[in-house]
């Protein structure tokens, strides 16, 4: 059809020839192959200057037809290259504050027909979203059971004490033992919950608040309400009011990674965002204090 539609272009083989890259013989026999199969010939003459009433039917239907393809076929092109489509990323609060923004920012700009949703929550909100297929990929704390899911480590960080900035805790010159944290009230969240110290889960026992939502809680831990822990990246833009302390407990990490549906293979976009965010945080990573996988 790109051939027939070349030649009545042109008005001669040798032209359209030229146009297609391909030699005057081959356009001949094209066209030979097309009339054959219809039965009547779709030019006035061998000169192809004119085309027959057969011809002009073909000329018009074959003009939408490729019309319609070449769209097609620009979009399918845009989706496998990732310049389009649509990416539903679910992260946790602290790599959504400040890892995303700027990724997002350059990922978008290079790619005007994609659309991003983009869901803050906590690291058991995120496994959940991503069982269920509600979103593409999601970003948080390796799961204790990994069934039905793949995960890939970004990074990992070390948990910090947060406290009032007039609190004796914040003025220690040391990293703190979790002694040290006898007689003051644990805010639990979901991000410190899975820590394998007996001695943090026997003080977090006894905490009677917990809560999930970061605002909230460093909202209650200014308020007086008590301590909390966090990972060093979710305590990297605190208020004045607020310290981060290091913790002498070196098994007091978290280890954030993609969170992936075990069996399915990834999207053009999806993989292409997991590349960016990766480049990122190795770029990034020594500003934020955060620790890089080991490559094997």
């Not at 040798?14 to 094209?30: Q, V, Y």
């Not at 620009?74 to 389009?84: C, G, N, P």
């Not at 959504?96 to 991003?116: C, D, H, S």
Request: charged residues 25%; contains cysteine; glycine residues 6%.
């Amino acid at each position: 059809m790109r051939v027939f539609l070349a030649v009545a272009d042109c008005g001669n083989i040798r032209e359209a020839a030229e146009r297609l890259g391909r030699t005057p013989s081959a356009i001949s026999m094209t066209l030979k192959q097309i009339e054959d199969r219809l039965g009547s010939p779709l030019f006035q003459s061998d000169r192809k200057h004119s085309v027959t009433e057969l011809g002009r039917f073909v000329l018009d239907a074959g003009a939408v037809l490729l019309r319609d393809f070449d769209r097609t076929m620009d979009l399918i092109t845009a989706y496998a290259e990732s310049r389009s489509g649509r990416l539903r990323l679910a992260s946790v609060p602290s790599v959504a504050a400040m890892l995303l923004p700027q990724v997002l920012k350059e990922f978008t700009t290079a790619r005007p027909g994609l659309e991003i949703e983009l869901i803050d929550t906590d690291s058991f909100d995120v496994r959940k979203l991503v069982e269920s297929g509600q979103v593409d990929v999601g970003i948080a704390s390796a799961p204790r059971d990994q069934a039905g899911l793949d995960f890939d480590p970004l990074f990992t960080d070390p948990f910090r004490l947060v406290c009032r900035a007039a609190s004796p805790l914040a003025k220690r010159k040391r990293p703190l033992s979790w002694g040290m944290l006898q007689g003051y009230e644990v805010i639990v969240n979901e991000a410190s919950r899975p820590l394998p110290s007996p001695e943090f889960q026997a003080l977090a026992a006894r905490g009677r608040l917990t809560v999930r939502n970061v605002t909230s809680l460093l909202a209650l831990v200014q308020s007086g309400a008590g301590i909390t822990l966090l990972p060093a990246l979710a305590t990297a833009n605190l208020p004045p009011s607020l310290r981060a302390v290091p913790l002498a407990d070196r098994s007091a990490m978290r280890t954030v990674g993609w969170l992936s549906r075990q069996g399915r293979i990834a999207s053009p976009v999806t993989t292409a965002f997991r590349a960016a965010l990766s480049a990122a945080t190795r770029q990034r990573a020594k500003e934020l204090g955060l620790a890089l996988p080991t490559v094997r």
